[in-house]
């Protein structure tokens, strides 16, 4: 029997690219080329299956033009917001994202916003690397202290969790606000919050950690951050369209929340350009899930998705 086709949008991981190349009929793309819509649907031409990323855009008018072969698109993502999901259903196309093996990963890099925002990394990297740092002082470069202090979590699932055991790490008391109340085992001693605005007030750090939905884009406006202390910081390792922009650059220049540590922007990689010339700004290109180990684990699981897919059973990961 023939492997069924797959087109492969991105380079993958090596380890993961073979098993590809032994189970499927594999078209990789070893110049990591990013596809834009026509490219991507022509490549399509007679595949069985896309296993695309969160950098291809698959809405209604993609489902339209796809080549009637393709059955399946498995994620190399968590996240799913690049397809539309509805549109898929109507063409009958099973959608499949890889969930948990990233959170571990999304979750050290939470930490990092938060500290870098926190400490000041940014400004005290660009001071070294540009030679301008030139003294020591008691007042030089002093930041705010993570350790101790209250952590509001906006989205308390996969690595929202995971955020909050860290967290404890560094002692900090852990709020949630989360659509419903997760049961005690989830929720681990952190205190939930029915009202996001309720808890706002509360949050030293804040921790955007909520998925791309109608009900959570702009949710980080001018109205919840007034509601935040004095001195608190923002981090957001889940989705740019969580942010209003505009207030949070105002918040930030006019210093309330006093830093952001930011991985993921609206129009990424074409971000708002005021971001760069904000001191009081971390950022990172959008690397969450980048290590080699959940780079590997994404892709195993993007696979068995396919396995399953091809053998007729129902992938484990289904979400359209
Ligand atoms: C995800 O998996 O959703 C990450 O943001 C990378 O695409």
New binding site residues.
């Given amino acids: 029997m023939s492997k069924p086709t797959v087109l492969v949008t991105r380079k993958l991981p090596e380890a993961v690219e073979a098993r590809l190349s032994r189970d499927y009929d594999a078209r990789l793309n070893p110049d990591d080329a990013l596809y834009e819509r026509d490219e991507l649907i022509a490549r399509a031409e007679g595949a069985d299956a896309i296993l695309p990323?969160?950098t291809e855009h698959f809405d209604a008018d993609v489902f339209d033009r796809l080549p009637d072969s393709v059955k399946i698109i498995a994620n190399?993502?968590?996240?799913y917001d690049h397809v539309d999901t509805e549109a898929a259903r109507k063409a009958g196309v099973v959608v499949t994202?890889?969930p948990d093996v990233?959170s571990d990963a999304?979750a050290e890099i939470v930490m990092l916003l938060m500290l870098g925002a926190a400490r000041r990394a940014g400004e005290g990297e660009k001071l070294v690397r540009t030679a301008a740092w030139k003294d020591w002082s008691p007042a030089f470069m002093v930041g705010t202290q993570v350790t101790g202090k209250t952590l509001g979590i906006v989205g308390l699932g996969r690595v929202g969790k995971v955020v909050a055991k860290r967290a404890r790490g560094f002692d900090m008391k852990i709020l949630y606000h989360n659509p419903s109340r997760k049961t005690d085992e989830d929720e681990l001693g952190a205190v939930f919050y029915d009202r996001l605005e309720d808890m706002l007030p509360h949050c030293q750090f804040l921790s955007l950690n909520a998925p791309n939905l109608p009900s959570t884009r702009g949710l980080l406006n001018a109205e919840r951050i007034a509601l935040l202390p004095d001195g608190a910081i923002v981090v957001n390792a889940a989705?740019g369209t969580l942010v209003d922009d505009d207030a949070l650059i105002a918040g930030l220049k006019a210093g309330k929340p006093v830093a952001a540590g930011l991985d993921?922007f609206n129009n990424e990689p074409g971000i708002d350009p005021r971001y760069k010339d904000l001191p009081n700004t971390f950022l990172l290109p959008?690397i969450?899930?980048a290590t080699a180990e959940t780079r590997d684990a994404?892709g195993f699981r993007a696979l068995d998705n396919l396995d399953a897919f091809f053998a007729g059973q129902e992938p484990g990961d289904r979400v359209a």
């Fill in positions: 990323c969160h190399f993502s968590v996240g994202n890889t990233l999304t989705r993921v959008h969450g899930s994404m």
